[in-house]
């Protein structure tokens, strides 16, 4: 039996990001477009293959909310959708339906194996 080199293949329909901050030049930042630092994506290449996935962030919120008649839940999630590579190592620019707060720089993404285009 060979040994498996890096990480164990993960299970899940999910692989994690990292919100870095958002898209922005010398003076100007945009706020509607998130930069992704993906887990095992380090070139331009790789990346291509994210373009057109979902993207969530998921947070817990101070009070209990129920959505759509559905439990009570502190548990909440701003959706997007990955849109372009960024830059040569990896990054990934996201546009979300509500802009990710400031306060999320630095926490994770879920990255969604789905759409499919294989």
């Given at each position: 039996?060979?040994r498996?080199h890096?990480?164990?293949?993960?299970k899940?329909l999910?692989?994690r990001?990292?919100?870095?901050?958002?898209?922005r030049?010398?003076?100007?930042?945009?706020?509607?477009?998130?930069?992704?630092?993906?887990d095992g994506v380090?070139?331009?290449?790789?990346?291509?293959?994210?373009?057109?996935?979902?993207?969530?962030?998921?947070?817990?919120?101070?009070?209990?909310?129920?959505f759509?008649?559905g439990d009570?839940?502190?548990?909440?999630?701003?959706?997007?959708?990955?849109?372009n590579?960024?830059?040569?190592?990896?990054?990934v620019?996201?546009q979300?339906?509500?802009?990710?707060?400031?306060g999320?720089m630095?926490?994770?993404?879920?990255?969604?194996?789905?759409?499919?285009?294989?």
């Amino acid at each position: 039996m060979e040994r498996q080199h890096g990480p164990k293949p993960s299970k899940k329909l999910y692989t994690r990001a990292v919100f870095t901050g958002f898209r922005r030049g010398l003076r100007n930042q945009h706020e509607t477009t998130s930069l992704l630092k993906l887990d095992g994506v380090h070139n331009k290449n790789d990346a291509k293959f994210y373009i057109g996935k979902r993207a969530v962030y998921v947070f817990k919120g101070q009070k209990k909310v129920a959505f759509k008649g559905g439990d009570k839940t502190k548990v909440r999630a701003i959706w997007g959708r990955i849109t372009n590579v960024h830059g040569n190592s990896g990054a990934v620019r996201a546009q979300f339906h509500h802009n990710l707060p400031a306060g999320a720089m630095g926490k994770q993404i879920r990255v969604l194996l789905y759409p499919s285009n294989i």
